[in-house]
């Protein structure tokens, strides 16, 4: 397993850019994000010799320039400078915390109900489902026909190349989880886990986390990381054996 000072580093050198998105990185990462996904910017990895008061003023600024009216940041205990007292001085709403989690990929078996199976993503119907659990869970837009189609195509790339998989679990036959797990400098990145409420407390998220451990073993991972939110994963991941290593704020802001 990575060390301590190396799983927070990768913690905070890890950002999502959406397919579709637009982002550029300069003296902190800014993505703006597609309509399908909320819109707006999402703001992270400050590293600059500026003020916070300037560095927030230049993601103010660049938000503006996109056309957008709301700017999302999450701060990071490596940030340099600390946003967190600027972004409350600009009246900024604290709207999410997230755990820094980690743990030997081959640790402690994660218990999974016999009623729950896992599967690796392949097939266009399987994004279909994906998209079904997606779209409520985290308010997003359904995926058209194309749309579909690039997802099964990034989903197939990153699967062929080792990259990552995108997982499906199934309650009584039914698609009712899943999540995603990326493979970076030894470490399984687990993302984007989603349960439909339904059916949620069956282990359907059991089987998710487990089924990616194991395609993180398969592609040579040895520490598998994770930002679990502190009011739903984060418990779950603690009892699978996850160490709980730092917390990330997110603050929104309306420019």
């Known amino acids: 397993m990575h060390s301590l000072e190396d799983i ?5 050198a890890w950002v999502w850019v959406p397919r579709g ?3 550029e990185k300069t003296e902190l990462q800014l993505v703006r994000h597609p309509a399908r996904f909320g819109g707006g910017v999402r703001a992270s990895q400050v590293e600059s010799v500026r003020d916070a008061a300037a560095v927030l003023d230049l993601a103010i600024e660049r938000t503006r320039a996109w056309g957008e009216t709301q700017l999302t940041f999450w701060t990071n205990a490596s940030d340099r400078p600390d946003l967190e007292d ?3 001085r600009h009246g900024a709403e604290h709207v999410d915390t997230v755990a820094v989690l980690a743990r030997a990929v081959g ?3 994660v218990d999974v109900p016999n009623d729950v199976t896992a599967e690796v993503v ?3 119907a399987q994004v279909r489902e994906v998209d079904a659990v997606n779209v409520p869970v985290w308010d997003q837009q359904p995926l058209d026909a194309d749309g579909l189609r690039e997802e ?3 989903v197939t790339a990153a699967l062929v190349s080792g990259e990552g998989v995108r997982v499906l679990t199934r309650v009584d ?3 009712v989880s899943t999540g995603g ?3 970076v400098d030894g470490f399984v990145r687990l993302w984007g886990a989603a349960t439909l409420p339904h059916a949620r407390g069956r282990g359907a998220y059991r089987a998710v986390l487990a089924e990616r451990l194991r395609v993180g073993a398969e592609l040579g991972a040895t520490t598998a990381l994770v930002k679990g939110r502190l009011s739903t994963s984060a418990p779950i991941l603690a009892r699978a054996g996850f160490a709980h290593l730092g917390d990330e704020r997110g603050y929104v802001l309306t420019v």
């Open 8 to 12: 927070l580093r990768a913690s905070a």
């Open 21 to 23: 998105a637009e982002h």
């Open 86 to 88: 600027e972004l409350r």
């Open 107 to 109: 640790g402690l078996p």
């Open 122 to 124: 392949r097939t266009l």
């Open 152 to 154: 099964l195509e990034e």
């Open 173 to 175: 036959g039914a698609a």
């Open 181 to 183: 797990c990326t493979v």
